[in-house]
């Protein structure tokens, strides 16, 4: 990945003035917020796991003793590390040892393989990978493949390597961390986020979910993911003073006897779990009667199956519809109940600008579907090291393309129409579409691929891979490549399909979008 002069791409000098005028970006850092926060809340518990139960004072201090491992360690402000963690209350602690440190953290996922993990180093060239200690062989080839990256360092250890030290000033305008977008190009794309932009951010969602010192919460997805990071999640918890609950497992097994243990208020899960906690039978067998607030967000959460949630779980649904470049919209606790079952909420600020357009970047008229862009306080400009793709990925004015289709209710609420990117949303789960393509391509017999979302009940998409081969090659032998490459388990095709050729799609040079739509019409219709 080529050096660049500039890496990221600031907010323009009037919106940044902007935004502070109003209050918006405060020149709070990560690392004066839970000082603050340890000032305010002391031997509250901040955040539990199986193992541990920290008060905010002893998170606090375990993130100071980290952050002078960091320095001592050699580790700059502005270096990158990559963090692979699983959901344990180490994470908290390691994530705010980097912003103390200066170092920008990069979020990688725990079913994040050799691909991925090997991308996301090389791409933000980062000097450390921060992993537990399972993971240790994935570490030695990442090592092996990435020259960067000096130092492996196992979570549970950092707090005990030699001390370095002053901690340096921390610039709360500049990038604090890069989080993973859903992609939908070749090469994953990272997402720089400052200190002010995303700490408005987690204040407003706080405040709009009604967050108390009571508050409970339950990180039942990867912690890493923006959604429980930052909507309200574990940032948004500690702002008020609550209580992160570290889950292991989102299955009802691991999560229903912890909500009854903590008395969780409030936890947030993809569509497929909210339909998988209300079809457990588990469910009886469990005092879930602490539990407010179900978050549902990620993927599209139908009418049918919100309307669920309160009869079924006892508990109010909220919907977010949020994305790790910016924008997070909200269903409110006041919202009429046909809105927060009929829709995906309304976004967090009043200066978050929405536009809905055609495909020729003109607006549609209102109530119309169309592609969804936005702009505002916490909504990034470019992506991390990516002059080429920014300049597709965003308007000449600033708005960055969703890539999601909606329409707008007369309320300002969003409902989520579909999608206009080369993603397979699994779930949840995002994946695009030419990245799988490219790891089919390395295959000698595969001669052209196209990968496309099929519908599915439960999950809302899968994936289905479209092969042109040279020779016969069974679909357990080409999952098995991918699996052989490093892929995350969730990128693997759910189903191949071997044919003679692709559809033409009309006069002219075909697109791979076309082809992909023209393969995904065929399936439909051989359903
Ligand atoms: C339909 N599509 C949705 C929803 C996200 C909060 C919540 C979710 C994310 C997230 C997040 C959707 N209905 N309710 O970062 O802070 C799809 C859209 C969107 C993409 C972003 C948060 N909620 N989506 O899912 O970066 O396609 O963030 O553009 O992973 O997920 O994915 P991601």
Same mark, same amino acid.
């Given at each position: 990945?080529?050096?660049?002069?500039?890496?990221?791409?600031?907010?323009?000098?009037?919106?940044?003035? @902007?935004?502070?005028?109003?209050?918006?970006?405060?020149?709070?850092?990560?690392?004066?917020?839970?000082?603050?926060?340890?000032?305010?809340?002391?031997?509250?518990?901040?955040?539990?796991?199986?193992?541990?139960?920290?008060?905010?004072?002893?998170?606090?201090?375990?993130?100071?003793?980290?952050?002078?491992?960091?320095?001592?360690?050699?580790?700059?402000?502005?270096?990158?590390?990559?963090?692979?963690?699983?959901?344990?209350?180490?994470?908290?602690?390691?994530?705010?040892?980097?912003?103390?440190?200066?170092?920008?953290?990069?979020?990688?996922?725990?079913?994040?393989?050799?691909?991925?993990?090997?991308?996301?180093?090389?791409?933000?060239?980062?000097?450390?990978?921060?992993?537990?200690?399972?993971? @240790?062989?994935?570490?030695?080839?990442?090592?092996?493949?990435?020259?960067?990256?000096?130092?492996?360092?196992?979570?549970?250890?950092?707090?005990?390597?030699?001390?370095?030290?002053?901690?340096?000033?921390?610039?709360?305008?500049?990038?604090?961390?890069?989080?993973?977008?859903?992609?939908?190009?070749?090469?994953?794309?990272?997402?720089?986020?400052?200190?002010?932009?995303?700490?408005?951010?987690? @204040?407003?969602?706080?405040?709009?979910?009604?967050?108390?010192?009571?508050?409970?919460?339950?990180?039942?997805?990867?912690?890493?993911?923006?959604?429980?990071?930052?909507?309200?999640?574990?940032?948004?918890?500690?702002?008020?003073?609550?209580?992160?609950?570290?889950?292991?497992?989102?299955?009802?097994?691991?999560?229903?006897?912890?909500?009854?243990?903590?008395?969780?208020?409030?936890?947030?899960?993809?569509?497929?779990?909210?339909?998988?906690?209300?079809?457990?039978?588990?469910?009886?067998?469990?005092?879930?009667?602490?539990?407010?607030?179900?978050?549902?967000?990620?993927?599209?959460?139908?009418?049918?199956?919100?309307? @669920?949630?309160?009869?079924?779980?006892?508990?109010?649904?909220?919907?977010?519809?949020?994305?790790?470049?910016?924008?997070?919209?909200?269903?409110?606790?006041?919202?009429?109940?046909?809105?927060?079952?009929?829709?995906?909420?309304?976004?967090?600020?009043?200066?978050?600008?929405?536009?809905?357009?055609?495909?020729?970047?003109?607006?549609?008229?209102?109530?119309?579907?169309?592609?969804?862009?936005?702009?505002?306080?916490?909504?990034?400009?470019?992506?991390?090291?990516?002059?080429?793709?920014?300049?597709?990925?965003?308007?000449?004015?600033?708005?960055?393309?969703?890539?999601?289709?909606?329409?707008?209710?007369?309320?300002?609420?969003?409902?989520?129409?579909?999608?206009?990117?080369?993603?397979?949303?699994?779930?949840?789960?995002?994946?695009?579409?030419?990245?799988?393509?490219?790891?089919?391509?390395?295959?000698?017999?595969?001669?052209?691929?196209?990968?496309v979302a099929i519908p599915d009940e439960f999950?809302g998409e899968r994936?289905c891979?479209f092969?042109?081969?040279?020779?016969?090659?069974?679909?357990?032998?080409?999952?098995?490549?991918?699996?052989?490459?490093?892929?995350?388990?969730?990128?693997?095709?759910d189903r191949?399909e071997?044919?003679?050729?692709?559809?033409?799609?009309?006069?002219?040079?075909?697109?791979?979008?076309?082809?992909?739509?023209a393969l995904a019409d065929t399936l439909r219709k051989a359903r």
């Amino acid at each position: 990945f080529p050096w660049v002069p500039f890496p990221w791409v600031p907010f323009p000098d009037e919106f940044a003035a @902007r935004y502070r005028e109003l209050g918006y970006w405060t020149g709070e850092t990560f690392g004066d917020f839970l000082a603050a926060k340890a000032a305010a809340f002391g031997e509250r518990v901040a955040v539990v796991d199986s193992e541990v139960r920290w008060s905010y004072r002893e998170l606090d201090e375990r993130a100071t003793r980290i952050a002078a491992s960091f320095v001592g360690l050699g580790i700059a402000p502005g270096d990158r590390v990559v963090v692979h963690l699983p959901n344990v209350a180490e994470f908290v602690a390691v994530v705010f040892g980097l912003f103390r440190a200066g170092a920008l953290p990069v979020f990688a996922l725990p079913s994040h393989r050799f691909a991925e993990i090997s991308a996301f180093c090389s791409i933000s060239g980062a000097v450390g990978y921060v992993i537990a200690d399972s993971s @240790r062989a994935l570490a030695d080839e990442v090592v092996a493949a990435v020259p960067s990256v000096r130092h492996v360092l196992i979570a549970a250890d950092l707090a005990e390597l030699p001390a370095g030290g002053p901690l340096p000033e921390v610039d709360a305008s500049a990038v604090a961390f890069l989080q993973l977008s859903g992609g939908s190009t070749g090469v994953p794309k990272l997402i720089p986020r400052t200190h002010d932009d995303y700490l408005y951010s987690v @204040r407003e969602s706080a405040a709009i979910c009604g967050l108390t010192p009571e508050t409970v919460y339950l990180v039942a997805l990867p912690a890493a993911h923006n959604f429980p990071m930052s909507s309200p999640g574990i940032l948004g918890v500690l702002h008020a003073g609550g209580r992160v609950v570290m889950a292991s497992a989102p299955s009802p097994d691991v999560v229903f006897p912890l909500i009854e243990r903590e008395r969780v208020t409030l936890t947030g899960v993809v569509p497929p779990l909210a339909l998988q906690w209300m079809a457990s039978p588990a469910r009886a067998a469990h005092d879930l009667s602490s539990l407010k607030v179900l978050q549902v967000g990620g993927a599209k959460f139908v009418p049918e199956a919100a309307a @669920r949630v309160r009869p079924e779980l006892g508990c109010e649904l909220q919907q977010v519809f949020g994305m790790a470049e910016g924008l997070v919209n909200y269903t409110r606790s006041d919202d009429p109940e046909d809105v927060v079952i009929g829709s995906q909420g309304r976004p967090i600020s009043p200066h978050d600008e929405i536009r809905v357009v055609a495909e020729d970047d003109v607006e549609v008229a209102p109530g119309e579907v169309g592609e969804l862009l936005t702009r505002g306080p916490y909504t990034i400009r470019g992506y991390y090291r990516a002059v080429e793709h920014n300049a597709v990925a965003f308007t000449a004015d600033g708005f960055y393309r969703t890539g999601d289709l909606v329409r707008v209710l007369p309320s300002g609420h969003l409902v989520v129409e579909g999608r206009a990117k080369d993603q397979i949303n699994r779930g949840g789960e995002k994946i695009a579409a030419e990245e799988i393509e490219n790891h089919l391509l390395a295959h000698p017999a595969v001669h052209d691929a196209a990968v496309v979302a099929i519908p599915d009940e439960f999950l809302g998409e899968r994936t289905c891979a479209f092969v042109i081969t040279t020779e016969p090659v069974a679909a357990p032998a080409l999952r098995a490549f991918l699996r052989n490459r490093g892929l995350a388990a969730y990128k693997i095709p759910d189903r191949v399909e071997t044919v003679e050729a692709f559809p033409h799609t009309g006069v002219g040079k075909t697109s791979r979008r076309d082809l992909r739509r023209a393969l995904a019409d065929t399936l439909r219709k051989a359903r």
